[in-house]
């Protein structure tokens, strides 16, 4: 037992609310091309989406890409 309400849940799930979110998640995971699984992404300071992983990557890999994005720029 997780403490989860289940009619509340229930509810939520259902509600066109939660529906819209999931549907623009599904659509910003398209405009992006994440077609891979996993996919992560960043967003740079200057709005770009920064690719980490498509695909698996070790928990290394993506720390280091996470580093490198925070490195200044020169």
Do not use: H, M
């Amino acid at each position: 037992e997780i403490g989860l309400d289940v009619p509340t849940f229930d509810e939520d799930v259902a509600s066109e609310q939660v529906e819209q979110t999931l549907q623009d998640g599904f659509n910003v995971r398209r405009s992006i091309n994440a077609n891979s699984f996993p996919s992560l992404v960043a967003v740079s300071d200057d709005d770009k989406i920064v690719w980490l992983t498509k695909g698996y990557a070790t928990a290394e890999d993506v720390l280091a890409r996470l580093e490198a994005l925070a490195q200044p720029s020169s």
